[in-house]
């Protein structure tokens, strides 16, 4: 097996630097128990260091802007990046609190190698904000050593067992034994005894390591080196996507609002693309301060004519249904839902442009539509839907404009007949001479709607049902039009002529 592990040595202080919505500024750490934990470049310029109590960190840096960890958010985080990762396999297992875990062996051949699937998974970790050391190896336990130690085993973009195995453990032998899952009282002995890298550890005979250490000590080097099985529970990927936001500062400018937008539209991409579906309709909430609780949430709902994958575009969309729409006064969390997907192979035929973007051929007309209906609202832009209707009158009806609806035809009704269809239906046939018409062809018989009738077949002549023989005929001043006369029961009735449309 070939295992990539994902460290985010920067987690806990990247989930407050998103939170911001104008981008920080100053320098910032994470403090836990009142001492820095992590900094970030600005704090660590500034002289602040790792292990420095709070109070001497704002005596260094008086703009320092800090925050108190948060074990329950980093995990939450984990599952995230865990839900971006299944794009690159199925097996994906945390570590917590900063790392992931990915299985690849069978992902290589997609990807074309190791190396292109590990340039992949890095700039898709770096789109949702956060810097990841990555390292391969043969077992989770060693990739996750070497991804700690920022060290990374030279390996082939194909390799087999025997390079993998050989690299990585040559590597592993300058890797910290601090940076291994060993429990920290073991390493703090192992450090008073002289020994901290992995190398020197992992030659003593493990008899004794075990009588003085424990079981455990010894069963960990094992599952580093890959003599006994590691395994670990994968991550399973979320059904529903529902994400939520809270600023460190409440925003009152749409504008502003766009940047934590597109933080959760990049989230709801990288879910959208591991399970290859499409956004039909989302639900943005906007809720205000505290003392605003009086006044709910500001909900948007967002729908697309087609669906859609990439943050641009769902962003591109909701940012036009966000500028019609009052917010609260300000906004102090904000959050995303999908309430409609679909397998983005339905979307249509797909083509890759110069950019590598996927776009559908019908998505020139379908993004028009959806920037109309964002402007305007979801109910303002309708499209006539084919009905299974014989009757020209009822075969078409009002919907919402959507791809499957506008490019595939029912299989049965009035497009499906080899007879012309006049453009413009007038509302209502009117009475007309046909003395005055010149007939091109027909008849063609529409025989119909007799269901409708309470009395059945023998009512047909009610409005809902028909029966007519119609004719395509030319008016006396030369427009092409659709004539029909209808069949009646009694052949004293006199004989009735209608004109239903005109032709293009």
């Not at 002289?47 to 260094?60: E, I, Q």
């Not at 933080?263 to 301060?289: C, D, I, M, N, S």
């Not at 839902?337 to 979307?347: G, R, T």
Request: a neutral charge.
């Amino acid at each position: 097996m070939l295992w990539v592990a994902a460290h985010l040595p920067q987690l806990g202080l990247e989930i407050f630097q998103r939170r911001h919505p104008h981008g920080v500024q100053q320098p910032m750490v994470l403090a836990e128990d009142g001492r820095v934990r992590l900094v970030d470049d600005r704090a660590r310029s500034a002289g602040v260091a790792v292990g420095a109590s709070l109070a001497t960190a704002l005596s260094v840096a008086p703009q320092l802007i800090h925050f108190e960890r948060d074990p329950a958010a980093e995990i939450e985080r984990l599952r995230v990046l865990a839900t971006m990762a299944h794009r690159f396999t199925p097996t994906v297992s945390m570590a917590p609190p900063t790392a992931l875990l990915l299985e690849v062996e069978g992902s290589l051949n997609l990807f074309e190698g190791l190396g292109p699937l590990l340039s992949r998974l890095r700039r898709a970790v770096r789109r949702l904000g956060h810097g990841a050391a990555l390292a391969a190896a043969h077992t989770p336990a060693a990739a996750l050593a070497l991804a700690k130690a920022g060290l990374e085993a030279p390996l082939s973009d194909f390799p087999d067992r025997a390079e993998l195995t050989q690299r990585a453990c040559k590597a592993l032998a300058g890797a910290p034994i601090a940076c291994t899952e060993i429990e920290a009282c073991n390493i703090e002995r192992l450090a008073d005894m002289g020994l901290f890298e992995l190398g020197s550890l992992i030659r003593l005979p493990r008899h004794e390591l075990g009588k003085r250490f424990g079981p455990g000590l010894v069963e960990t080097l094992e599952k580093l080196t890959g003599a006994i099985p590691d395994p670990r529970a994968p991550e399973p990927l979320r059904e529903r996507f529902r994400s939520s936001m809270h600023l460190l500062e409440s925003v009152s400018s749409k504008k502003v609002l766009r940047l934590p937008m597109r933080r959760l539209a990049v989230e709801l991409e990288a879910w959208l693309t591991a399970r290859q579906l499409g956004a039909r309709a989302l639900r943005w909430a906007f809720k205000p301060l505290a003392s605003q609780s009086a006044r709910r949430s500001t909900v948007l709902p967002v729908r697309f004519a087609q669906p859609r994958m990439r943050a641009n575009s769902l962003l591109a969309i909701s940012g036009l249904a966000l500028d019609r729409i009052d917010l609260p006064a300000e906004v102090m969390s904000l959050s995303l839902a999908a309430d409609a997907v679909e397998p983005i192979a339905e979307a249509g035929p797909t083509h890759r442009d110069l950019l590598g973007e996927g776009s559908s051929a019908d998505q020139a007309p379908m993004d028009f539509v959806d920037r109309v209906a964002a402007r305007l609202n979801g109910e303002s832009v309708r499209v006539l839907r084919l009905v299974d209707d014989h009757r020209p009158e009822c075969a078409t009806a009002l919907a919402t404009a959507s791809l499957p609806e506008t490019t595939q035809p029912p299989a049965v009704g009035p497009l499906g007949s080899s007879f012309p269809r006049p453009m413009w239906l007038l509302e209502s046939p009117r009475l007309v001479n046909p003395e005055r018409y010149r007939i091109l062809s027909g008849p063609e018989r529409i025989e119909t709607g007799w269901w409708d009738s309470p009395e059945g077949f023998a009512s047909s002549t009610a409005s809902h049902s028909a029966s007519r023989d119609y004719f395509v005929a030319m008016d006396p001043d030369g427009a092409r039009c659709w004539l029909f006369r209808p069949r009646t029961l009694d052949s004293n009735e006199a004989e009735q002529w209608f004109l239903h449309g005109y032709f293009a």
